[in-house]
């Protein structure tokens, strides 16, 4: 899913894809920050101590590169809890009754995150006291006194209260009450439910939940588990993360850490490193403990980055900092072991974006901006501005300011190396054409606009006519060509001139060379011979798959086919000799049973390993780098189902199925219902995986029913953003009955035809053309 934001400049969520965050198509490393305050500057009513600072931090953030920011959502409680003051306003003031007003500044830094394309991670609550948390939640339900709320806990009566809040059941229900309050809130200024939001990267179940006690290990498990399938259940587009610090909050327990990460609805580990907290220097002797804590971070790091690459998820380190030199909290104190430290970790980040590894972001705690400490004063009181330390903590203890120049100095030298502001898309083959990358990320702009009208064969042969220059049965109804072409490779591989259809090769490379030459989009199926037996596709003896992987009795014989592909493919080319784009649908309708390679024939796996090979062979050793791969299906029930002999993301660039009409639409709704139900599927998938959808064939055969177009199709597929329909080829009268799929003149649903190309949402040639699809940026 596409966003536009305000400056014009298309935004999209962050996705997971292997090891790695994903956004815009490429891999997302990110610098970001803590700014836990950004959601209430918003509520400040001096704008220029809410409002006009926001802005001013976010574009300097921005500026220097830090473009990733985690912000606290909302506050439980009021007044002192063990024994501090806590952040105020609440957004929760009592159990159960929400003030939905304190929202309004996360709706304000949500519009100014989009306007600058930041993202933010949101922690949804708080295992410590300075924002209420879970030991509000515990004193609301009757698990710890009033008395004691008030006064300082010490370690091990904080350890075990908190540790009850796992297991208490109406804790756990009072806090899922504010999580789906503010999940399911839609933007009071943008009018955008949060779940659509792009600025939004991450939901966070809390900041820094730990089980507290071993003892509570199981019960912890369960509400992680819990809390990420419910936020997944109502928010497919966002990704949800724990929180956690790692090891150190789990009494040095990885296997606890692994167990908790490798949930299928946690989609990224986080860990956080505190050497003040942790005692790994004295306050004393900072400068003199640096090599200790310099060590002790790399070690803490690289620990946790083994368990992510087991895990195959992108890794966080999302809090770590150091005081000012000699334990300052003085502003215009000098940063020089805060900072050595700052490089240590950036290099680790650096040197992982270098070698596409798991370590994907970084934000350092915490911004403060504008704000600065009140001299004398070493706690936050009500009034104070806002920085980067919570109330509870030495003000300036953590915080970097704007004015710190040497640690901006050094961030910015690497934010800076590569520019992360680029929002092209590359598809799955990096070495595409310029003009394959453009076609590419036209196709998504174009999803906003309309749906691409498309039709096999169309400009070789219609009902009762072949190879007519310039013809087209679509053309003859509507005064307009199609904007995808759709062609059949079959019977190349066996040296023929001609495909199974019997279109001449050399008459086929013009066709697609005039639908190139209109901005039109070609795409191409491959019905290969049988090759074991030697029969047509349609042959489900098995072994076929297996035979002709490596090692198989057909793999050379395969090799030669290919390059007979490959051949063709690298002979379509344009006026000034550039490759053509071809939309490429090998071992198409994959979860049917008539071809040598669906389900009934060949293990997923060797499907998998098809796909694989053939796709690389054609790129390696072939150097064809003009194609964006489609994988299309047949019938399926669900995700899972679809998703079967999904040979990987690096592998494909558009997500397709077919089906077709049978029977009568007035009398059997089927057909509709059961399109739109996997149309919704089909682009939900698109959306995770970030890849186009098509609906790659479909039909009525003959078109008898008056109003197919307008009243059966369209309504199925208006509802979703998919990048083009294809309907199947014109054969005419073919072995003594009619066979075509888009009307001719006189026929019954002519009329309706011309309605359905009238709507503003249908896409044929004219429309297309003027997007300039394989021109950067197109028609923008």
């Not at 006009?52 to 830090?66: A, P, S």
């Not at 710890?144 to 208490?168: G, H, P």
């Not at 806002?386 to 915080?399: A, I, R, S, V």
Request: aromatic residues 14%; glycine residues 8%; charged residues 25%.
């Amino acid at each position: 899913m596409l966003f536009i934001t305000a400056s014009g400049v298309a935004q999209q969520f962050v996705r997971v894809q292997n090891h790695q965050f994903m956004l815009d198509g490429k891999p997302y490393y990110y610098v970001g920050t803590n700014y836990w305050y950004g959601s209430y500057l918003g509520l400040q009513k001096d704008k220029k101590r809410g409002v006009e600072r926001l802005q001013k931090e976010l574009d300097f953030l921005k500026t220097n590169g830090v473009v990733n920011l985690r912000v606290l959502v909302g506050v439980e409680g009021t007044g002192q809890i063990n024994g501090v003051q806590r952040v105020k306003p609440a957004l929760q003031p009592k159990k159960g009754v929400f003030d939905e007003t304190k929202l309004q500044g996360l709706d304000l830094l949500l519009q100014e995150l989009n306007k600058r394309n930041m993202k933010a991670v949101l922690f949804l609550s708080n295992n410590w006291e300075w924002s209420g948390g879970f030991l509000q939640y515990l004193n609301w339900n009757g698990q710890i006194a009033d008395s004691v709320m008030q006064r300082k806990l010490n370690w091990d009566e904080l350890r075990d209260y908190t540790s009850k809040f796992y297991s208490c059941r109406p804790c756990k229900e009072s806090y899922l009450e504010q999580v789906r309050l503010v999940v399911n809130r839609t933007n009071k200024l943008t009018n955008r439910k949060y779940i659509n939001d792009p600025a939004i990267m991450a939901w966070e179940l809390g900041n820094e939940p730990r089980p507290m006690r071993p003892s509570a290990n199981e019960d912890y498990k369960n509400w992680i588990a819990n809390v990420a399938a419910y936020i997944k259940s109502v928010d497919r587009n966002h990704l949800v993360t724990i929180g956690h610090e790692g090891s150190m909050a789990t009494d040095g327990d990885m296997d606890l850490y692994r167990t908790i990460h490798a949930n299928k609805n946690i989609d990224y580990a986080t860990i956080h490193i505190w050497p003040k907290n942790w005692g790994w220097f004295k306050e004393e002797t900072l400068e003199k403990d640096y090599p200790t804590v310099r060590k002790n971070t790399l070690d803490y790091l690289h620990k946790h980055i083994v368990v992510a690459t087991e895990l195959q998820k992108p890794l966080v380190l999302e809090e770590f900092g150091l005081p000012r030199d000699h334990h300052s909290f003085d502003p215009t104190a000098s940063t020089k072991v805060r900072d050595n430290l700052y490089r240590t970790v950036l290099n680790e980040w650096q040197r992982n974006k270098e070698n596409n590894d798991v370590l994907a972001g970084l934000n350092f705690w915490a911004f403060g901006g504008t704000a600065r400490p009140i001299a004398g004063q070493t706690f936050w009181k009500d009034g104070d501005d806002y920085m980067g330390d919570p109330p509870m903590e030495e003000q300036g203890l953590n915080t970097v300011f704007d004015s710190d120049s040497s640690t901006w100095k050094l961030i910015s030298s690497f934010t800076n190396r590569t520019s992360q502001a680029s929002t092209t898309k590359l598809p799955s083959d990096k070495k595409a054409t310029k003009e394959t990358v453009n076609l590419y990320n036209n196709l998504f702009r174009l999803l906003d606009k309309g749906i691409m009208f498309g039709h096999q064969d169309d400009l070789a042969y219609g009902v009762d006519w072949k190879y007519v220059p310039g013809k087209s049965d679509v053309k003859e109804v509507t005064g307009d060509y199609p904007a995808v072409y759709g062609w059949e490779l079959g019977d190349l591989e066996l040296g023929r001139k001609h495909n199974l259809d019997s279109v001449p090769f050399d008459a086929m490379k013009r066709f697609i060379k005039e639908g190139y030459a209109r901005g039109g989009v070609n795409t191409i199926s491959w019905h290969n011979a049988h090759p074991v037996t030697g029969k047509n596709s349609w042959d489900t003896t098995h072994g076929g798959v297996a035979a002709v992987l490596p090692g198989g009795s057909k793999h050379e014989l395969y090799k030669q086919w290919l390059d007979k592909l490959a051949a063709f493919m690298l002979s379509l080319k344009g006026d000034k000799g550039e490759y053509i784009p071809v939309l490429f649908r090998p071992y198409h309708e994959l979860t049917g049973n008539w071809f040598w390679w669906t389900k009934n024939t060949c293990t997923p796996d060797e499907f998998k390993r098809l796909w694989i090979f053939t796709y690389e062979y054609l790129q390696k050793n072939k150097g064809v780098h003009n194609l964006l791969y489609l994988y299309n299906t047949a019938d399926f029930k669900d995700k899972e189902d679809f998703l079967e002999r999904y040979p990987g993301d690096e592998y494909v660039d558009m997500v397709s199925f077919d089906t077709y009409q049978f029977g009568d639409p007035i009398k059997d709704t089927r057909f509709a219902k059961s399109l739109d139900q996997r149309l919704g599927i089909l682009t939900e998938i698109a959306s995770e995986k970030d890849k186009l959808p098509a609906l790659a064939e479909t039909g009525f055969e003959a078109t008898p029913y008056a109003q197919w177009w307008t009243k059966t199709l369209w309504p199925a597929v208006a509802n979703h953003k998919i990048s083009y329909i294809l309907l199947w080829r014109n054969a005419g009268l073919h072995n003594g009955k009619w066979h075509y799929y888009t009307p001719k003149r006189g026929d019954v649903s002519e009329e309706d035809f011309k309605r359905f190309y009238n709507n503003p949402k249908t896409l044929f040639q004219k429309e297309v053309s003027k997007e300039k699809l394989y021109s950067k940026n197109g028609n923008q």
